[in-house]
């Protein structure tokens, strides 16, 4: 069961740039090892993580194997509207895990 | 000979004269994988050095795990802005890393992530800009290989 | 010359332990001048990963536990926030008090097997499997409540046994390369094991996520591998053994802080 962590203010002033912070619990088996009996352990990765801001993508990951397990992506957004933020990781099998967050934006001072 | 990027030579590049240091020249020093992910995804445009700036440890005690942090140089606004930040790990059993995708909305060019490294090597960023301009940076990195003991179970 | 050989073909500079018979310690002074986290030994980068309450993913488990914590078993029972309330409250400080005896079940347990103590008794749902993710989780969750907590664990009364038992434990020599706790986690603290430096061998940051595993493990997992790196046979998860010598280390660590969940290479 895939579990998110998500570090993004609740509230911005329009214009200010937003730290995100993002965790997700996933192997990222690379393929690449073998089990205690000497099988090879199956490739399962996230390949791709998307966060959408009042539906439009503002920032896109396509993840292969080298990223850690445990992925985490910390990036930056802008505040405009307030809203919602997406987060959004799909597997290799096209698997989707969804968080959402509301933002409140306050005019500039 | 095929060798792997040397960090100060970039950086050197980047600070001064980063635009007299093309492609052909990058091309001709970076190792085999580099080269042939640089070829599959930008087969005509030229990379320079600069503007990229890497934050990685230059010893990592485990390489499951190792903090990486990139910054572009770029005001980021509607029409000034990065596109893209991507990483090349060289000596990896794959080259690719991960691709970012970064637009003006981002206000910042700034990224961070954990990646696994293999074997001592130079990870290699590159960076699109709206303009369609390709810039790189690079930084070495050391990994210690785990205690024999853990390896046995 | 016995690290030369658990080191065989690994090493370039094999580390040479002084094998000199140990001495089992008398009970009630602690065996190190002074007493120091794992914490200590690892890399900025690994305790920057610790300390980042965010990005430390130990951080995952405990976020699951908590989701556990409040869900009621099929069997109609309570959830464990049913009969203990806030956990931020109720159990603060509990974890750092095990392993402890247990009246109805007679034994010392430690926080695992009180666990499954409770899932069994109270919620009439069976046992989770030692190592689960949900295992895990509820022990990473419950002792993240004792967090910068002090370690103190009773070893009196009842538990005096399984103390006695725990200690001498940790000054027996095993296994093929016929070494102690001690000789590496006491006589050679902060020497080179290849890319590991030792540490005092403290039990206080368990469940800890290691980058070694890619996740969090229980301290008997970490105990297995001591076994194994001596090529001595490991015991099962949540043996009666592993529970005495945990008993002893978390006396060992006593005013030590809990770091659930640590960070570890």
Redesign the interface.
């Known amino acids: 069961m895939l579990k998110a962590r998500i570090s993004v203010p609740a509230r911005a002033r329009q214009g200010e740039i937003m730290a995100v912070k993002t965790l997700i619990s996933h192997p990222m088996e690379t393929g690449f090892r073998r089990n205690s009996l000497g099988q090879a352990i199956p490739r399962d990765i996230l390949t791709r993580f998307e966060c959408r801001y009042n539906e439009k993508p503002v920032f896109t990951a396509t993840l292969h194997p080298a990223v850690a397990a445990n992925p985490f992506i910390a990036f930056h957004v802008r505040a405009q509207d307030s809203g919602k933020l997406e987060f959004i990781w799909t597997d290799q099998d096209d698997q989707v895990t969804r968080v959402t967050r509301e933002l409140t934006v306050d005019p500039a001072a | 000979m095929i060798r792997t990027i040397n960090r100060r030579n970039w950086l050197a590049g980047a600070g001064t004269l980063a635009t007299l240091t093309v492609q052909p020249r990058l091309l001709a020093a970076v190792s085999e994988p580099v080269q042939s992910v640089l070829k599959r995804d930008f087969p005509t445009a030229e990379i320079q050095p600069g503007r990229v700036n890497i934050e990685l440890?230059a010893?990592?005690?485990?390489g499951?795990?190792?903090?990486m942090k990139i910054s572009v140089d770029s005001p980021m606004t509607p029409t000034d802005y990065v596109s893209f930040i991507q990483?090349i790990?060289q000596a990896?059993?794959?080259p690719?890393?991960?691709?970012?995708?970064?637009?003006?909305?981002?206000?910042?060019a700034?990224?961070?992530?954990?990646?696994?490294?293999s074997a001592e090597q130079d990870i290699v960023v590159v960076a699109g800009l709206s303009d369609g301009s390709l810039w790189s940076g690079s930084a070495h990195i050391v990994v210690?290989?785990?205690?024999?003991?853990?390896?046995?179970? | 010359m016995i690290f030369c050989a658990l080191l065989a073909g690994c090493d370039k500079n094999p580390t040479v332990i002084d094998d000199s018979p140990s001495a089992p310690a008398p009970v009630a002074t602690a065996p190190l001048p002074e007493m120091l986290s794992g914490y200590h030994f690892q890399s900025a980068d690994t305790q920057a990963l610790q300390d980042d309450q965010f990005a430390n993913p130990g951080m995952l488990w405990v976020d699951r536990g908590e989701e556990l914590w409040t869900t009621a078993p099929q069997t109609g029972k309570p959830a464990c926030a049913g009969c203990h309330n806030d956990a931020a409250t109720d159990m603060a400080g509990v974890a750092a008090h095990f392993p402890k005896y247990n009246k109805s079940l007679d034994t010392v347990v430690n926080l695992e097997g009180q666990i499954n103590h409770c899932r069994v008794e109270h919620q009439q749902s069976s046992p989770l499997v030692y190592e689960s993710d949900d295992l895990l989780a509820l022990s990473a969750y419950v002792g993240y409540q004792s967090n910068g907590l002090p370690i103190e664990v009773a070893i009196d009364g009842p538990a005096a046994p399984a103390f006695a038992a725990g200690q001498a434990y940790f000054y027996t020599r095993r296994g093929q390369l016929n070494l102690a706790c001690n000789h590496c986690h006491e006589d050679n603290v902060g020497r080179m094991l290849r890319g590991d430096k030792l540490s005092q061998g403290q039990a206080g940051g368990y469940p800890a996520y290691r980058l070694e595993w890619q996740s969090i493990g229980s301290l008997h997992r970490r105990l297995r591998f001591c076994n194994v790196g001596v090529r001595a046979e490991p015991f099962a998860f949540g043996a009666t053994q592993y529970i005495e010598l945990e008993l002893y280390l978390k006396w060992r660590a006593q005013g030590l802080p809990v770091e659930t969940p640590a960070v570890r290479r």
């Open positions: 440890p010893l990592a005690e485990n499951n795990s190792v903090r990483i790990a990896n059993p794959l690719d890393v991960a691709r970012f995708d970064l637009s003006h909305a981002n206000g910042l700034e990224v961070e992530t954990r990646i696994r490294v210690t290989v785990a205690a024999c003991l853990d390896a046995l179970y």
